[in-house]
């Protein structure tokens, strides 16, 4: 293998995937950099590193250099260390100071910065400041390349590195060799495998207590990353032996040992009138009897609101609204009139809607005490508009406590309500709801509004679903699609679909829903760029960026997210202001989504925002979510992903004007009839799919809803949940 030693002049190309990385690299005496590829997803720009590789020759780019191995090493000339220094590197130096600074301190200048790093101060505008950001920085970079090291030993992929640190810090090392399984409980990304493959090279054996314990434990987490509060004894135990590789009775004796710790719960559930041993982490089996206790607490007190004369408050409604309320909608309205508890369940055009303003409006006479919510901010921004109240995030309105951790608003500290409305409360998970109900007063009413046919919340559970099923609360299904609704195909194609029924796909001008067939992948992604870039914005007006929303039901292939993505990226956005960081790149005004929830930033998974500006010297990148700009630095860029295209899972509870949506057999896994009802639903003046007839007709015809194994509606109902 031949060798080069050379300085990183630019990243072109790096996959956060593989790692595969495509830069240019000046080599010493050259006149131009040579292209340099291979996987190498740990190097910045400014950096030195030798590569060993060979010689190759591409039909499209050239002349290339393989890299098979690669090291950074620190740059040694005046010229190297002028670029490491004001390559964006450091926060607070760029190539201005990086300049200064090596001009007043010559080759010493990184063994300065490293040893003495005071003497900056004899810098022309360097002050206490921007000293204090520099040793930050530099500390952090010292570290985050010695964990590096110390994961590609363990076959880690680097780019983890930024991840581990921001979790453990200057410790990750010393965290990561005393308990490698920290590794899958707290990154995402890392796997069992992984973490297990650090604790055999460090000598933890197969049967160590650690390593059980933390393989239940792990099995329980996958299990809630797939929606399941829990699992049952008989499905957990295969799981759990085969991913261990241990026999099943030191798995059983030590969930018996945890148990009575109380690490871990164990209880029987009724199915199917047999009672089967279930098995939870603490918190979701205190989450579920938790949601139970809360609501009977609420269904047993009284409301402070007077009771009125439902007829004439209907009458006097429909007069003020200038409506005319159906047999269903008046039920609804009735209910919650009378109902400490009530949910409200229908499609698109069932009239929900109608509804939340006719009870507003008959109860804003008896208290001012009223809280509208919604799990996303999109979703309470929409229903703002709707009521023309101010509605918050259920986040936002139990105030997240950073000195304790958990939420202000508790038991302890209720909100001051006596009427509490939460939309799209399918959408809302086990933990989520448990906080939720804790922090509502005993003399509230509450309202909750979904619809249970579409996914069921990102988090673990089945919360409106189980409600509904326990029979505990009193309900109202909305099944009539209104004249004003009945004129739109997205509200009609979608009903049909719920039903089981192949949707309306013929073409007609005028119309709010569009089917475009193509069989290829590759041709469904022409057709959506086109669509996307060209064709909607020309013909309706709509930007392509603010007004288009391209959902697939995948990440990966063709027309998943990650390729959409990619191309929509270089398609509408030209600015030539981006940075490289793990692997993604971002520019200057492209569209992003929070991708965890971020308490401290009060930006949420699922939140769109768009990129302001990037700040390659204070290492900053500003995002504006709905006005409010939001700054993250570079290490915290791992929670964010583009958004020209998303998972209908994502964007459950938002709208957008105009939803494109591929529907191809490349899907297959995921073509399901509640995927595709969500995801046509999200549409609120065009819906355009695009692909095949024999998907769209799987998707169609699949009522096969993934089952979530959860224990609400048996807590709602099994007397032993309520003892706690």
């Not at 090291?149 to 990750?172: H, N």
């Not at 013909?539 to 995948?554: D, H, T």
């Not at 990226?569 to 989504?593: C, H, P, W, Y």
């Not at 929070?594 to 401290?600: C, L, T, V």
Request: with cysteine; net charge neutral; hydrophobic share 40%.
């Amino acid at each position: 293998m031949e060798e080069l030693v050379g300085t990183i002049e630019r990243i072109t190309y790096q996959s956060p995937e593989t790692g595969y990385t495509v830069l240019q690299l000046l080599v010493k005496k050259a006149t131009k950099p040579l292209t340099v590829v291979g996987t190498m997803l740990s190097v910045q720009c400014g950096e030195t590193i030798r590569v060993k590789g060979f010689y190759k020759s591409h039909l499209v780019h050239g002349r290339q250099f393989e890299a098979k191995e690669h090291a950074v090493e620190m740059p040694q000339d005046i010229t190297g260390i002028t670029k490491y220094l004001g390559s964006g590197l450091i926060k607070g130096i760029g190539p201005v100071f990086a300049t200064r600074i090596v001009d007043a301190f010559g080759e010493e200048t990184l063994s300065i910065i490293d040893n003495t790093p005071e003497r900056l101060l004899e810098v022309q505008g360097v002050g206490e400041k921007r000293l204090k950001a520099i040793n930050a920085c530099w500390s952090e970079q010292k570290s985050i390349r010695e964990l590096m090291i110390f994961l590609q030993t363990y076959s880690i992929s680097p780019s983890f590195a930024f991840r581990i640190f921001r979790t453990f810090g200057a410790e990750s090392i010393q965290k990561v060799k005393e308990n490698p399984y920290l590794l899958a409980r707290e990154i995402v990304g890392i796997g069992f495998k992984s973490a297990d493959s650090i604790a055999t090279k460090i000598g933890i054996s197969k049967q160590s207590p650690l390593r059980i314990e933390s393989g239940i434990h792990h099995v329980l987490f996958e299990a809630a990353e797939g929606g399941h509060s829990c699992l049952p004894v008989s499905h957990f135990l295969p799981v759990a032996e085969a991913m261990l590789e241990v026999d099943r009775s030191i798995i059983d004796q030590t969930m018996q040992a945890l148990a009575k710790e109380k690490k871990l719960m164990i209880q029987d559930l009724p199915v199917e009138g047999n009672p089967e041993p279930y098995v939870w982490t603490p918190s979701y089996f205190l989450s579920e009897a938790g949601i139970s206790k809360e609501l009977r607490r609420l269904l047993s007190a009284l409301s402070n609101l007077r009771s009125v004369d439902k007829e004439k408050a209907l009458e006097w409604v429909q007069k003020k609204l200038s409506i005319e309320l159906a047999a269903k909608q008046k039920e609804a309205v009735s209910a919650v009139l009378s109902d400490k508890v009530h949910i409200i369940t229908g499609g698109p055009g069932t009239g929900k809607s109608t509804i939340t303003k006719a009870i507003l409006a008959i109860l804003s006479h008896l208290t001012e005490k009223i809280v509208l919510a919604a799990p996303t901010g999109r979703a309470a921004k929409r229903l703002s508009e709707i009521t023309g109240r101010g509605a918050k995030t259920i986040h936002s309105l139990l105030e997240f406590d950073f000195s304790q951790g958990g939420f202000k608003r508790n038991r302890k500290n209720p909100l001051d309500a006596e009427l509490i409305i939460v939309d799209e409360s399918s959408m809302i998970d086990t933990l989520l709801m448990y906080q939720l109900l804790k922090a509502i007063p005993d003399e509230a009413r509450l309202v909750l509004v979904g619809d249970i046919n579409q996914l069921p919340s990102v988090g673990a559970g089945n919360v409106l679903k189980d409600l509904i099923a326990s029979r505990a609360i009193s309900v109202t299904h909305l099944n009539e699609i209104f004249r004003q609704a009945q004129g739109s195909r997205i509200v009609t194609n979608a009903h049909k679909i719920n039903e089981g029924i192949y949707p309306d796909i013929q073409n007609r001008s005028g119309s709010d829903f569009y089917f475009i067939e193509a069989k290829e992948p590759e041709d469904v992604l022409k057709e959506i760029i086109t669509l996307v870039v060209d064709r909607l914005p020309q013909k309706f007006g709509f930007k392509a960026r603010e007004e288009i929303q391209v959902l697939s039901p995948m990440k990966k292939g063709v027309v998943g997210t990650y390729s959409l993505n990619e191309v929509l990226q270089g398609e509408l956005n030209k600015s030539d202001k981006s940075l490289i960081r793990q692997g993604a790149t971002f520019k200057e005004g492209d569209k992003v989504m929070q991708m965890r929830n971020n308490y401290k930033k009060e930006v949420y998974n699922g939140d769109i925002g768009y990129i302001q500006s990037i700040d390659a010297i204070e290492k900053e990148v500003i995002v504006a979510f709905d006005d409010k700009p939001i700054t993250y630095d570079f290490m915290e860029l791992d929670e964010l992903m583009l958004a020209y295209a998303v998972s209908v899972h994502k964007y459950q509870g938002s709208e957008c004007p105009c939803i494109v949506m591929p529907i191809h057999t490349t899907h297959f896994k995921l073509l399901t009839r509640n995927l595709l009802y969500t995801g046509v639903t999200r549409g609120k003046k065009l819906v355009v799919l695009v692909g095949s007839k024999k998907a769209l007709a799987i998707a169609v015809h699949n009522d096969e809803v993934k089952m979530r194994h959860t224990g609400l509606k048996q807590a709602m109902t099994a007397l032993h949940f309520h003892k706690l």
